[in-house]
C-alpha cells in the first residue's frame, strides 16, 4: 500500500517559485541543492525519500546581511497517514519593537495566516526553541491524510509563504545602520543554531550531517 503514495510535488512546486529569481548554484548533495542569488546569501531546497514510507524536504532562504530582509523557512515531514509541517517567514530583527519591519514583513502575511487557519491539524509547532525564533505568523499543523487532495492542500501554506517572500527580495532596503547590522546578524546566527540544533535532535537519523550543514554555512 505505502509503494502507491503520491506524494506531494514539494521539490518540484518549490522550485517554481524560486524560479522566478535568477539562481547561482554553488553545491548539490544527494536531492538537495544549494545556491546563491541577488540579496541572498544561501538558498537551499531538497527531499530525501526512505524506503517508500516517508518524505522529507526543507527549503531555508538566509538573506546577505547587509539587506534588511527576514528569513524564510519550510519544514515537510509526509508520511502515508500525516503530514507534518511548519513555514514561517522569521525576522531577523525583534519585529515586536521594530515597528518598520512589521508593517513591511509581517503585516503582508496575515492574510496567508488568516487563510490557511482552517486547515486540518493546525497546531502550535511542537519545539519551543523553534517557536522561539518564529514569527507570529507562522503556519504548522500535524495534518491527518483523509482523502485526495489534502497533500497538496497541506503544501499551499509553503508556496504561498514563498511567492510573498520572493516579492519582499526585490525592493529589499540596504541596512546602512551600524547597530541594525549587529542585531541582524546576532538574529541570523541565533535562528540558525536553533534549526541547526533542531535538525541534529529530530531528523538526524535521516539527514547526514553534511546535509544539515549545507544549510547552514
Not at 2 to 8: K, M, Y
Not at 32 to 60: E, S
Not at 114 to 122: E, Q, V
Not at 127 to 139: E, K, L, P
Amino acid at each position: 500500500m505505502t509503494g502507491s503514495i503520491a506524494w506531494a510535488p514539494y521539490r518540484e512546486k518549490m522550485l517554481e517559485q524560486v524560479g522566478q529569481i535568477a539562481l547561482n548554484e554553488i553545491s548539490a548533495q544527494d536531492n538537495f541543492t544549494a545556491y546563491t542569488a541577488d540579496k541572498i546569501a544561501r538558498l537551499v531546497i531538497g527531499d530525501v525519500r526512505t524506503d517508500a514510507l516517508r518524505h522529507f524536504a526543507m527549503c531555508a532562504i538566509f538573506p546577505q546581511e547587509q539587506y534588511l530582509l527576514p528569513l524564510y523557512f519550510s519544514l515537510w515531514d509526509e508520511q502515508e497517514n500525516k503530514i507534518s509541517f511548519l513555514v514561517d517567514i522569521m525576522p531577523t530583527v525583534d519585529s515586536l519593537i521594530d515597528e518598520p519591519f512589521r508593517i513591511k514583513y509581517i503585516e503582508p502575511i496575515q492574510p496567508l495566516w488568516d487563510r490557511f487557519s482552517n486547515l486540518a491539524g493546525i497546531t502550535p509547532f511542537e519545539d519551543d526553541t523553534v517557536r522561539a525564533v518564529c514569527s507570529i505568523i507562522y503556519t504548522a499543523a500535524v495534518m491527518p491524510i483523509e482523502r485526495e487532495g489534502m497533500r497538496l492542500a497541506a503544501l499551499a501554506p509553503h508556496t504561498e509563504y514563498l511567492k510573498t517572500y520572493i516579492e519582499f527580495i526585490k525592493d529589499a532596503p540596504v541596512v546602512e545602520d551600524h547597530t541594525k547590522l549587529k542585531e541582524i546578524k546576532r538574529k541570523t546566527e541565533a535562528i540558525k543554531g536553533t534549526l541547526r540544533s533542531y535538525l541534529q535532535r529530530t531528523y538526524g537519523t535521516l539527514l547526514n550531517q553534511s546535509l544539515i550543514d549545507m544549510f547552514f554555512k
